[in-house]
C-alpha cells in the first residue's frame, strides 16, 4: 500500500503504546483481524494461524498437509522457489538445482506454461494435458510405493516468469490429489491480496469453483512489517490439533502485527487499490500488447 503509509505507521505507533506482548496473552486484535481476513476467503478456508514470514507460513502448510494426509510426498512445479527454510529449499527447483539436488520424497511437474511449455496455444486441451503430467507422477510414485501429501503450489508462478496458469488447470489437479487422498496448496505470498485485480486472491483466476485445501500468506499483508497467514479447513486443522502437539509462535499474532493487517486490509479497501491494480494493469497490457505487433522480438506480454 505504499512506503511508509501514514495509516499504517498510525495503527503501527497506537497499538505500540497500548500493548506488544507475545500470543500466550489473548488479544482482540487477533480474533478480529482473523475474521477480517475470512471475509475475503471462501467460506471453507475458516481456521487461521499467524506467522512472522512467508517462509513460517509454507512450513507449517507442510506440516498441516503431512498430518492430515499421513503421507511425506509432495509435488511442485518445476523453477518454484517457496522460501528459505531447509523444509522449502527442499521443494524449491529454483533453489535444491543449485545445491544438493531433489530429495526422494519431492516430485517436480512442468510448469503450466502455453507460451513456452510443453503443452502450447495450439493444443488441443493443454489443461488436461498439464494436470496429466500431475496425474502421471502421482501413479509412477505409487508404484514406487510412496503417497503424496500435497500439490504445493503458487497461484501465479513468479520466480518461474509471472506464469498465469490456464484456467482449470487447478481444478483439474486438485481432483488427482484428492482421489490420491492429498491436499491442495496454494501459496499467495507473492500475488495474494488483490494485486491481481480482477480477484483479492490470485487462485481465484482460475473460477469460482475451486477452493484450495490451505492457502499461505505473505509479504504485502503487513506491507513490509512481518507478519504472515495459513488459512485451512476445520478438518485439517483437528486432524493437526488431534496430535496433542499445539502450534505455537511467540510473536505470530501479537497485537501490533494484526492492527497493522487491519490496517492494510483498511487501505486497500479505501484507496480501491485492487480496482486500481486492474485498471492500470489493463493498460500496461494493452499497450505492451500493441508493442508485441510492432515489434516481433515479443513473445509473449504478461
Given at each position: 500500500?505504499?512506503h511508509?503509509h501514514?495509516d499504517?505507521?498510525k495503527?503501527?505507533?497506537e497499538?505500540?503504546?497500548l500493548?506488544n506482548?507475545?500470543s500466550?496473552y489473548?488479544?482482540?486484535?487477533?480474533v478480529?483481524?482473523?475474521?477480517r481476513?475470512?471475509?475475503?476467503?471462501?467460506e471453507?478456508?475458516?481456521i487461521?494461524?499467524?506467522?512472522n514470514?512467508?517462509?513460517?507460513a509454507?512450513?507449517?502448510a507442510?506440516?498441516l498437509?503431512?498430518?492430515?494426509?499421513?503421507?511425506?510426498?509432495v509435488?511442485?512445479?518445476?523453477?518454484?522457489?517457496?522460501?528459505?527454510?531447509?523444509?522449502?529449499?527442499?521443494?524449491?527447483?529454483?533453489?535444491?538445482?543449485?545445491l544438493?539436488?531433489?530429495?526422494?520424497?519431492?516430485?517436480?511437474?512442468?510448469?503450466?506454461?502455453?507460451?513456452?511449455?510443453l503443452?502450447?496455444?495450439?493444443?488441443e486441451?493443454?489443461?488436461t494435458?498439464?494436470?496429466?503430467?500431475v496425474?502421471?507422477?502421482?501413479?509412477?510414485?505409487?508404484?514406487?510405493g510412496?503417497k503424496?501429501a500435497?500439490f504445493?503450489?503458487?497461484?501465479?508462478?513468479?520466480?518461474?516468469?509471472?506464469?498465469?496458469p490456464?484456467?482449470?488447470?487447478?481444478?483439474?489437479?486438485?481432483?488427482?490429489?484428492?482421489?490420491?487422498?492429498?491436499?491442495?496448496?496454494?501459496d499467495?505470498i507473492?500475488?495474494?491480496?488483490?494485486?491481481?485485480?480482477?480477484?483479492?486472491?490470485?487462485?481465484?483466476?482460475?473460477?469460482?469453483?475451486?477452493i484450495?485445501?490451505?492457502?499461505?500468506?505473505?509479504?504485502?499483508i503487513?506491507?513490509g512489517?512481518?507478519?504472515?497467514?495459513?488459512?485451512?479447513?476445520?478438518?485439517?486443522?483437528?486432524?493437526?490439533?488431534?496430535?496433542?502437539?499445539?502450534?505455537?509462535?511467540t510473536?505470530?499474532?501479537?497485537?501490533?502485527s494484526?492492527?497493522?493487517g487491519?490496517?492494510?486490509?483498511?487501505v486497500?479497501?479505501?484507496e480501491?487499490?485492487q480496482?486500481?491494480?486492474?485498471?492500470?494493469?489493463n493498460?500496461l497490457m494493452?499497450l505492451?500488447?500493441?508493442?508485441?505487433?510492432?515489434?516481433?522480438?515479443?513473445?509473449?506480454?504478461r
Amino acid at each position: 500500500v505504499g512506503h511508509c503509509h501514514p495509516d499504517i505507521v498510525k495503527a503501527a505507533h497506537e497499538q505500540n503504546q497500548l500493548l506488544n506482548t507475545n500470543s500466550r496473552y489473548l488479544h482482540d486484535n487477533l480474533v478480529d483481524y482473523a475474521e477480517r481476513l475470512s471475509k475475503t476467503l471462501p467460506e471453507k478456508l475458516c481456521i487461521f494461524y499467524f506467522l512472522n514470514s512467508g517462509s513460517e507460513a509454507n512450513d507449517l502448510a507442510l506440516r498441516l498437509a503431512r498430518q492430515y494426509t499421513k503421507h511425506e510426498d509432495v509435488i511442485v512445479l518445476d523453477h518454484a522457489y517457496h522460501g528459505h527454510l531447509t523444509s522449502l529449499i527442499d521443494i524449491s527447483p529454483y533453489k535444491f538445482r543449485n545445491l544438493e539436488g531433489q530429495k526422494e520424497w519431492v516430485h517436480v511437474a512442468p510448469v503450466p506454461d502455453t507460451y513456452r511449455g510443453l503443452y502450447r496455444e495450439d493444443h488441443e486441451d493443454s489443461v488436461t494435458a498439464y494436470a496429466n503430467e500431475v496425474k502421471n507422477i502421482i501413479e509412477q510414485a505409487h508404484e514406487r510405493g510412496r503417497k503424496i501429501a500435497a500439490f504445493f503450489v503458487e497461484s501465479l508462478p513468479s520466480v518461474g516468469g509471472q506464469i498465469i496458469p490456464p484456467a482449470g488447470y487447478f481444478q483439474k489437479v486438485a481432483e488427482h490429489m484428492h482421489k490420491a487422498g492429498g491436499v491442495f496448496i496454494a501459496d499467495e505470498i507473492q500475488v495474494g491480496f488483490g494485486r491481481v485485480g480482477k480477484h483479492f486472491w490470485a487462485f481465484q483466476l482460475q473460477g469460482e469453483d475451486f477452493i484450495p485445501d490451505i492457502v499461505t500468506m505473505g509479504k504485502p499483508i503487513g506491507n513490509g512489517h512481518p507478519i504472515a497467514c495459513v488459512a485451512t479447513t476445520k478438518e485439517i486443522a483437528e486432524a493437526f490439533a488431534a496430535t496433542g502437539v499445539e502450534y505455537f509462535n511467540t510473536f505470530g499474532g501479537n497485537p501490533v502485527s494484526c492492527a497493522i493487517g487491519l490496517a492494510v486490509l483498511d487501505v486497500i479497501e479505501k484507496e480501491h487499490l485492487q480496482a486500481h491494480a486492474t485498471e492500470v494493469g489493463n493498460f500496461l497490457m494493452k499497450l505492451l500488447k500493441e508493442q508485441q505487433i510492432k515489434h516481433p522480438i515479443i513473445g509473449d506480454v504478461r
